[in-house]
């Protein structure tokens, strides 16, 4: 308030004019109010002090109120000040009230109201804009394209029916004044009937002020009329606005929350697909493990294989000679009954012998001479057959060095023979490596378009569920606008319009629920396949565990197998047990094998039973997509269905409320319900 005082005093001096005191005390009363409201009303205001005003105003000062009633304005000053005004963006409430304003400040305050995007209420009672026609029609003008005043005064302002009509068109223009007083005026019925048809296009004022004007009392309960309608309407508008924003808010936080739930199913999808790439990573290192190890099991196999033949030949041959030295000691103990009971259970433990260790025939024969030595020490009457005993037993060794020569021989042999089996099945091995490579290339290809599938399937539901959400908004926006319509026209129309918005906002909502349930039941589905493709990791881990157990298994019979090759030919038949063993142990390992290999298919054919089930579980929710699509369809048909029978009953309000304005209510507005 001191700024504005203190601008006041300025601009005077600057100007050269005179300071009123009265303006003077009226500003410093209201900086002692510190208040917003400038109050000079019964203050004869200069021209110069309208000027310095004017001034004043355009530099935005604090006032939102302004009241300048009875200040007896003069022409030039009005002109200044309202010139002033047009520019400032604080003042909202303007009272010129008896100032006897005429063609002049009817101009500028057109003017005034095209230009000024502030003022909302506007007092100009007691002057007499409606003399002059061109100018009132002026003023019509800048209020036809104003969009911001709501209150305007114009009682007793001399207007005509022809200011009237203007007044009118302006009306139908405008759709922001709310309240209009034009008591105390010479409008008259043709005014009246003008200003009536204006209201039924106009729907903002809920106010309308007309006495004094001599119209006719009909024409008087017919604005009225209007003027409840447009009331309710604005009262039923208010409501619609209220209810859709609350609408829009839910219906914004369920976008907010279809988003986050997007996101989190991306989330979980694109950890599903990492997981699924480190997965089948995993799983062709495991299987290229898992190869290799067969190939390693392979060839030992086949080495292992070729040593048993080459022992079994070492012992037939070892047993044919077994066999050739019973026949030789037989021939001795039938010519003597004791020495052949001796040998022939000697014979005995040497069979028992061969039969459990089938390589330690250097040590038993020197047990024979051990014993013939024995014999020729207690018995020495038969020592030349003695000696010719040793004689065959030193035949015997020559024999078995030769054995063990030929022996050798088919050892370097059966290696030869070894190393190109090794080769067969290193390019065998090799070729069904390069064919289960294929196979993975295959599976892993064929995971990939089901994940790209699914992937797909998944933004077909998203895009169609925001076509839903879309046309869900649109049908609420529409049965809104139609409620409203409906409520304008007639009570009972407008209850019945509620009735089924109500209904049709719980169907949509009921609808909205469905689709939230369906959302649901996807992420169940993913997260049950997630379980699944982690139960089946965790397989593939325990299949990667006993296939390295099974490699280590390998590599220490490949270990004992470089050790035994290196032992003396003595031990074949510690090393045939052995083999035997190791035979058992590889055909149990084989067995697991095969058990693996069960367990393989069985996980494969899992994986594509689920994806069958997902593809099933899919076009159950395309068909109920569908359906819904078609329900609302049909919605859609009611909704227009509904217009159209809300426009027909409109049409019939409006012809109705045309016959009773035009003098014969009762006979015309029966013929439309007809």
Known sequence: MEDFRQAYLRLCKEAGAEPQESVVAQLQESRAAQGSRLDLSGHSLSADTCSVLARA???????????????????????????????????????????????????????????????????????????????????????????????????????????????????????????LDLRWNNIGLLGGRTLLEALQKNHSIVQLEMAGNNIPSDTLKALEQTTGHNSDRQSTLREGRSRTQVLSKEIQTLKEEKGRQYLSLMNTIDRQREEMGRSNGSTSIQIGQLQEALNERKSAVNSLTAKLQMTEAALALSEQKNHNLGELLT????????????????????????????????????????????????????????????????????ELTNSTAELKLQLTQAEDRLEMEKRRSKQALQDMDSLRQKEVEHMNRHLEESERALQERIFKLEGQRIQLEEELSKAKAACVTERAQAEEELGRVRAQVRLEEQELVSGLEEKLRSVRSNLQEVQLHCSQQKQTISELQAKNSQQGSEINAMRRRTEELQQDLSAKDQEKVAEVSRVKVELQEQIGHLQAERTAQGGLKEKISALEREIKVLSSNHREVLLDKESEMSSMLEKLRLKEAEIQRMREDEANRASYLQSAILTYVQGSPLGHYSSPKK
């Open 57 to 179: 105003f355009q530099n935005d000062t604090g006032f939102t109120e302004v009241v300048l009633s009875d200040c007896m304005l003069s022409e030039e000053g009005a002109k200044v000040l309202l010139t002033g005004l047009f520019g400032n963006t604080t003042v909202k409430v303007l009272d010129l009230k008896g100032n006897n304003l005429r063609s002049t400040g009817a101009e500028l305050l057109g003017k005034l109201l095209a230009r000024n995007n502030t003022l909302r209420r506007l007092v100009l009672e007691w002057n007499a804009l409606g003399v002059w026609d061109e100018a009132f029609s002026l003023f019509c003008d800048g209020l036809a394209s104003n969009s911001v005043l709501t209150q305007l005064d114009l009682r007793n302002n001399q207007i005509n029916h022809h200011g009237a009509s203007e007044l009118a068109l302006a009306l139908k223009r405008n759709t922001t004044v709310q309240v």
């Open 331 to 398: 021939r001795v103990k039938a010519e003597k009954e004791e020495q052949r009971e001796r040998q022939s259970r000697e014979r005995k433990k040497e069979q028992e012998d061969s039969a459990h260790r089938e390589g330690k025939l250097l040590r038993e024969i020197q047990n024979l001479i051990e014993t013939n030595a024995q014999l020729m020490n207690k018995v020495e009457e038969k020592e030349r057959r003695c000696k010719s005993q040793q004689q065959h037993i030193f035949e015997l060794k020559q």
